[in-house]
């Protein structure tokens, strides 16, 4: 869907606060890495976070969250975009494609046009539409070697977001992630530390007003060399290895979950 200058002005210049805000995608959306035994599956995450701060806002604010982990991207598109649109959302963020970055084979060009398509039927319900570029794996262990891939797949989703008037969070460009306290012990998902950021970043980028501020991050030693590589080693076995698994055996971390939020309902204000 294209729209004219006078378009994108009139769209913009509606007023927050929201009132439906409906998140889409996978593991990076439910949460995985924040944990809340209280909550489904679980985990928290950024999406709560913001969606407590926008509740605050109005007094009929309600929150769905369709995100489910391991899900690829055409999965996402297939299960959650429809149900989506059905909730009416006046805001929809999604994030999705990292899983298949990943996997040892992908077309990035058919990948985006894919996701292009799914990103013109929300923009066109005419909700505010948030859309994620993927993290800079540089320094990270087994991904920084996928750099140019991320970087490629970035360039493609900007460009159909823009195309789109969507609201860009760039994930690419948030330095702090350079941290290793902002992910989990696992490296592959934002530590709670992360979500909070994360949440700070997608309240900023929708020009909200908020009091939200970073997490404490504990101070650690550096390790040693041998520290680093015992460290290595027991993440390789303990999270990078099933990790290859799942994708050579085609299952998922995701299997048999369902969505933490499938409705839109009420949240609790910030803590």
């Known amino acids: 869907m294209h729209r004219s200058r006078e378009t994108y002005a009139r769209f913009y210049a509606r007023d927050v606060p929201f009132h439906r805000f409906v998140a889409l995608g996978d593991s990076f959306t439910e949460g995985v890495g924040d944990p809340d035994p209280s909550l489904p599956n679980g985990v928290r995450g950024w ?28 999965p996402i598109i297939a299960e959650q975009v429809e149900p989506a649109l059905a909730l009416t959302p006046d805001l929809v963020t999604i994030y999705a494609g990292a899983n298949d970055i990943l996997r040892p084979k992908i077309d990035l060009d058919a990948l985006v ?31 920084g070697a996928m750099r140019g891939r991320f970087a490629v797949y970035n360039e493609l989703v900007r460009e159909s977001a823009e195309r789109h008037g969507a609201t860009i969070v760039d994930f690419w460009r948030l330095r702090d992630y350079r941290d290793a306290r902002l992910w989990d012990v696992d490296r592959l998902h934002m530590s709670s530390a ?5 949440a700070i970043a997608v309240l900023d980028a929708l020009g909200v007003a908020h009091s939200l501020e970073p997490l404490a991050l504990i101070d650690v030693p550096d390790p040693t060399s041998r520290e680093r590589r015992a460290a290595n080693v027991a ?19 995701g299997d048999g979950l369902a969505p933490r939020r499938p409705g839109l309902g009420p949240v609790e204000p910030p803590t």
């Not at 605050?56 to 969250?65: E, G, I």
């Not at 992360?194 to 994360?198: D, L, P």
């Not at 303990?238 to 971390?253: C, D, E, I, N």
């Open 235 to 253: 993440w390789i076995r303990a999270h990078a290895a099933p990790w290859v698994k799942r994708r050579l055996t085609g299952t998922s971390s």
């Open 47 to 74: 999406a709560d976070r913001v969606a407590s701060v926008l509740a605050t806002q109005t007094d009929d604010f309600t929150y769905a969250n369709l995100a489910i982990r391991g899900r690829t991207l055409r």
């Open 194 to 198: 992360g979500h909070q950021r994360m």
């Open 113 to 143: 046009a894919t996701y292009d398509d799914a990103l013109g039927r929300l923009a066109a319900s005419g909700a505010r539409l948030v859309v994620f570029m993927a993290f800079d794996p540089v320094g990270f262990p087994v991904f």
